[in-house]
């Protein structure tokens, strides 16, 4: 796919949709003058003549046939993924009915991992916030869960409470150096059974001294394959590019989950992660595979979000994940503590829309 099929992804302002460009301009409709009054008089004691009312503005004549807003979303239709209060007849915000997701049962054996690669050149996106939430969320099914660390800003470490700068060994020392095992690097987090790889600004210079090496897109892969019988699911929180790092990332997974912001800008920069992907599959792994789609920071009081995600549904359609993760106050506030929405606030309406996903990746994903 490519940015010239993609809907509504043009270059030029003047090429946007209908629904992003300016209105048509319009004739105003002449008002006959009152029976009562005559131009430039007034009538008997009603004083000084009044200013003329502003004429009407008549509505373009294609009016019937632009596209309507999605229709606003009701508390109900916004019920959460297998809520255990009524049916599963409701429509979720992606204007397909909520699908019945089997509960995830505790796993009979441990490994090997699904790898699973947090991937989006745009930042802001919410990637990391994905990342460690969802693997809180699976790591509460009594899955083993490694979190990787694989941006230099190392968001993801400081999310779980890690100091990146505190750090001897990280991902980095892993990457370049042959004696560094990985037992050495990974670290225990406060939620049982989720582990992490750390990361901090040193991964940056990987990136730089990878391109002189034999076969550097395999760097990641080789270094995981003695781990990947330890976990049952891996997470890779890329950084916000298309770089060598996220090649390294996308070579090793098994899928990806693309979070992208209900915005018009995060929806343009998907036909380049799409090309990415398919040169990934095509000369470097051929079992990568798209797993969702992740709707982020959505609000549905808004028309703009909800266009963008229909276009996204009408793009992917069932690459698109049923849950979509809403705008909240508590995100920023689970960074400051260095823990994951669900031991944070393990009750709210976030931590529960995480579960959701869970389940919607263990399904699609059932090697994990």
């Known amino acids: 796919m490519n940015e010239s099929t993609f809907p509504g992804t043009e270059n030029e302002m003047d090429r946007l949709p209908e629904r992003f460009s300016a209105p048509e301009q319009v004739q105003p409709i002449s008002m006959p003058p009152s029976p009562t009054s005559t131009p430039g008089t007034s009538a008997p004691g009603t004083g000084p003549e009044r200013p003329a009312q502003q004429p009407a503005r008549a509505l373009p004549d294609n009016y019937a046939e632009m596209p309507k807003p999605t229709a606003k979303l009701t508390a109900e239709d916004l019920a959460p993924v297998n809520d255990p209060n009524g049916p599963r007849h409701k429509i979720g915000p992606t204007g397909r009915p909520l699908p019945d997701l089997p509960e995830a049962l505790p796993p009979t054996r441990t490994g090997p991992a699904q790898v699973i690669a947090m991937c989006n050149q745009k930042g802001g996106v919410g990637k990391t916030t994905t990342t460690i939430n969802l693997g809180a969320a699976i790591a509460e099914t009594g899955r083993k869960v490694l979190l990787i660390d694989f941006d230099p800003q190392g968001s993801a470490s400081i999310g779980l409470g890690v100091q990146p700068h505190d750090l001897e060994l990280s991902v980095y020392n892993l990457l370049m150096q042959r004696d560094i095992t990985a037992d050495e690097v990974i670290q225990?987090?406060?939620?049982?059974?989720?582990?992490?790889?750390?990361?901090?600004?040193?991964?940056s210079a990987a990136e730089v001294q990878l391109v002189q090496e034999v076969a550097r897109e395999y760097t990641l892969q080789r270094v995981l394959d003695p781990i990947i019988p330890l976990y049952d699911v891996i997470l890779i929180d890329c950084a916000p590019s298309?770089?060598?790092?996220?090649?390294?990332?996308?070579?090793a997974s098994n899928g990806i989950v693309v979070p992208l912001e209900c915005e018009f800008f995060a929806l343009r920069g998907l036909a380049m992660l799409t090309d990415t992907i398919a040169k990934v599959q095509d000369r470097l792994n051929p079992k990568l595979e798209i797993v969702g789609i992740l709707?982020?920071?959505?609000?549905?009081?808004?028309?703009?979000?909800?266009?963008?995600?229909?276009?996204?549904?009408?793009a992917f359609d069932e690459r698109v994940f049923h849950t979509v993760i809403r705008r909240t106050v508590k995100f920023p506030e689970t960074t400051v503590v260095g823990e994951p929405i669900t031991t944070y606030a393990p009750s709210s309406s976030a931590a529960t829309q995480y579960r959701d996903l869970a389940k919607e990746v263990l399904a699609r994903c059932p090697a994990g």
């Open 188 to 203: 225990p987090t406060r939620v049982e059974n989720l582990d992490l790889l750390p990361a901090n600004i040193d991964l």
């Open 242 to 251: 298309l770089g060598l790092l996220t090649v390294n990332a996308l070579t």
């Open 295 to 314: 709707g982020t920071m959505f609000d549905g009081r808004t028309t703009h979000a909800r266009e963008v995600l229909d276009r996204v549904v009408q």
